[in-house]
């Protein structure tokens, strides 16, 4: 079977379905597009077709190009791989050229075929540069199907002539949001914004009816008429000039640089608006190519879409263990993570008992999902039937008896060992054997939790991020007896949820909150030694990072900081490592400055909690220094505060997949996503640079940057982690 098959019916309309054998949902290949390209000459040379309709054999159009299929492209191009992979993308070009010609006569343009597309249902990336190339789209009435072009999201831009084709279709402004946002709108709404035609409910026969109906003009492109004109102006145009100076403004604003796929998109742009159409398409394939061969964007696929894929599909899954989805769930403690995990529960199906210490606790948390639904009614995002049946599915209540038929519970009280054991040993007394029990902790070992568990090998931890309904990620940890089931329970919950799972041994901080802590430690240090808190956060940002650790310090609240810290000095005694940065959290928490929710922390705040600047408060503790440190030195201090905790995780088991310490950052706490994660930036750096570079950090700065002895041989031996740890991650 090929992916693309072609019947021609007694009215002469070619139908062609794109349907991919085996797979839930259509994705290019290269070898499928010269099928389609085969299909496409066949009809256009058949004196019996009068016109084609390209649909699907799925209940969506499809999902987008094989990402693969591009790096095998770049390979099999040998010592050139940019040439190949330029030759490559400029034959997906000429295919798609040649639907939307469709056989004209290149004078008169007139004696084409008019070609339409019918979508189903959703339609991304590659599966809707397609139908942009035909002459009309026709989309089914399907409110859960996207429409868009989301690969800047991974780290590329759409490069089979979405980008050229979308901006001359809707102008440098209406095409936007959905080239450098990656926006994805049902199709109603893709239609007002005037990326598609037609909704209809039935887009096959509606296409058909079109295509027996079409005259010469109706298949011409604008950008192929006499005295076309971009919506909103060219460049050297005065109202263009204006577009492209607030699109190269917003782009970096919003990606402070370290984005190369954003920037490049807008190169692609602005040079294909000063020259015909067919010329800036090849100017879209070598920017294209040019992301390709960019370390960031290789990363940024591999960890965002392929690595994160594996790892939802479970790839760290226990084998040998049936299906564990949950049926009914118990969630204990209605707090905001309890409450958001009841309400992430509800959305996926699941029967929830959210309980807690009396019925007013017990009902404030449930109105959380009350609130949430309310919220979505009023964007037109639910419909209030859909609310109720929601909120039928949780029953919150103090009465721990309702969990006696639960196959999984959550607590998520108070970060107490002992409320937490006290808690443990009386619903285990209710609940089924074969009920698995997880701790929604942050920061307590999970194998010191499970001593209060009569069943420690179904005791697990399963740590969520607030908020619970945002956060993409789930930290999952194995105590030293937890067994498969459980693990498999809670992979199976998470899939349920549509959160991305890691799985990780238990550790101090596990892996999430090892790495990310050194992070804010590292920057708390650089302002008691005078750096200014603005240079950190931008330094930060320059980086990618979502926000700097100093305004992420006042997100998460000086409090908390404090919390861990004492908590830490507890446990490791006199192997805690105290530094100047515990002074300056425990100092600013005396002053009762803890951050946003106080209305006073690291920033000044009005009455409403709107940041007002930096409190320069600080500096009479903390002088600023009169010669400040070099950007690219901040930077290697914030990055290889976290990376070399990654590594020491890696080396400790406590990370036993290098995809889920790479993804596992980037959804987690926002890593700099185009690096693909700690460990792809070390590969990127090359283990020999970053090893030398430890050595300068710790000579300058102490011995929490010294070269763990994994990354030492890996350089001595000029290694990289996906060279080395790939084939057993792949393997697990």
């Known amino acids: 079977m090929t992916d693309f098959t072609m019947k021609t019916d007694a009215d002469g309309v070619a139908i062609i379905t794109w349907d ?53 492209m770049r390979d099999a191009a040998g010592d050139n791989p940019a040439q190949g992979l330029f030759d490559g993308v400029m034959q997906m070009h000429t295919v798609l050229r040649k639907i939307e010609r469709a056989g004209m006569d290149p004078k008169t343009n007139k004696g084409g075929k008019p070609i339409a597309s019918a979508l189903p249902g959703t339609a991304v990336g590659i599966g809707l540069e397609l139908p942009l190339a035909t002459h009309r789209i026709f989309a089914a009435d399907n409110s859960k199907a996207k429409i868009g072009l989301p690969e800047i999201l991974v780290g590329i831009f759409p490069g089979g002539g979405g980008t050229t084709r979308l901006v001359r279709k809707l102008g440098v402004m209406g095409a936007s949001s959905f080239l450098l946002e990656g926006k994805l709108v049902a199709p109603d709404k893709a239609k ?75 190169s692609a742009v602005y040079e294909g608006a000063l020259v015909p159409f067919d010329t800036a398409l090849k100017i879209e394939a070598r920017w294209f190519t040019n992301v390709l061969m960019n370390p960031s964007s290789s990363a940024m696929i591999r960890s965002l879409f392929v690595n994160k894929e594996a790892l939802e599909k479970g790839a760290v899954r226990p084998k040998d263990v049936p299906d564990q989805r949950v049926k009914k769930l118990g969630v204990l403690g209605a707090g905001m993570m309890g409450a958001g995990i009841a309400l992430v529960s509800a959305q996926a199906g699941m029967q929830v008992i959210l309980i807690d210490r009396d019925q007013a606790a017990a009902d404030k948390g449930k109105a959380y999902t009350e609130a949430y639904l309310d919220k979505g009614i ?27 038929d639960c196959d999984l519970i959550i607590e998520a009280v108070f970060e107490d060992p002992k409320v937490k054991a006290e808690m443990t040993q009386k619903v285990e007394a209710i609940i089924p054997e074969d009920c698995i029990f997880a701790s929604n902790t942050s920061t307590l070992p999970i194998t010191g939790l499970a001593k209060a568990s009569k069943r420690p090998e179904q005791f697990i931890g399963i740590h969520f991020f607030s908020p619970v309904e945002r956060m993409l990620l789930v930290e999952i940890i194995k105590g030293r007896e937890t067994g498969p089931r459980a693990v498999a329970k809670a992979l ?64 998460t609240s000086i409090d908390l900081a404090a919390k861990i810290t004492r908590a830490t000095k507890e446990a490791m005694g006199n192997d805690y490592p105290a ?56 930077q290697e201090r914030l990055m290889f505060a976290q990376v070399l905790e990654a590594v020491r995780a890696l080396e400790e088991g406590v990370v036993e997949d290098i995809r889920e310490a790479d993804v596992g950052a980037i959804l987690a706490w926002g890593f700099a996503p185009w690096s693909g994660g700690p460990l792809s930036w070390l590969d990127i750096l090359g283990a020999p640079y970053a090893a030398e570079r430890c050595d300068q950090l710790e000579a300058k700065f102490g011995e929490r940057f010294k070269c763990p002895a994994l990354l030492r041989e890996m350089a001595e031996k000029n290694q990289t982690f996906y060279g080395r740890f790939a084939a057993r991650a792949q393997a697990a």
């Open 20 to 72: 991919c054998p085996g797979l839930t949902m259509n994705v290019m290949k290269t070898e499928a597009f010269r099928v389609l390209d085969d299909l496409i000459d066949q009809a256009l040379a058949d004196d019996a077709v009068k016109g084609i309709v390209i649909t699907s054999g799925k209940a969506d159009f499809a999902g987008g190009m094989d990402l693969n299929e591009l790096g095998a």
């Open 192 to 266: 007002a914004a005037g990326l598609i035609d037609e909704v209809t409910a039935d887009p096959v026969a509606a296409a058909r009816d079109w295509v027996l109906n079409a005259k010469d003009a109706d298949l011409v492109k604008p950008w192929d008429a006499k005295g076309y004109k971009m919506p909103g102006g060219a460049p050297y145009h005065p109202a263009g000039f204006m577009t492209f100076v607030g699109a190269t403004a917003m782009v970096h604003g919003k990606t402070q640089g370290a984005f190369p796929a954003a920037k490049a998109l807008l």
């Open 378 to 404: 009023a964007r037109k995002k639910i419909t209030p039937e859909k609310k109720e049946t929601m909120l039928g599915l949780i029953t919150a209540t103090p009465d721990l008896d309702q969990l006696k």
């Open 492 to 555: 199976d919950y998470v899939r349920q949820i549509r959160k991305t799972p890691i799985v990780v041994n238990d550790a101090r901080f596990f892996y999430c909150n090892r790495c990310i802590i050194p992070y804010g430690n590292e920057a708390a240090r650089m302002v008691t030694e005078g750096v200014a808190p603005v240079l950190i956060d931008h330094a930060a940002q320059q980086l990618g990072f979502p926000v700097g650790p100093i305004q992420l310090g006042d997100e």
């Open 579 to 634: 530094s100047e940065a515990d002074d300056l959290v425990f100092w600013m928490e005396d002053l009762g400055r803890l951050g946003r929710k106080s209305k006073a922390g690291y920033f000044d705040y009005d009455d409403k909690g709107k940041r007002l600047g930096y409190w320069k408060g600080i500096h009479d503790k903390y002088p600023l220094a009169e010669e400040q440190p070099d950007l690219i030195e901040v």
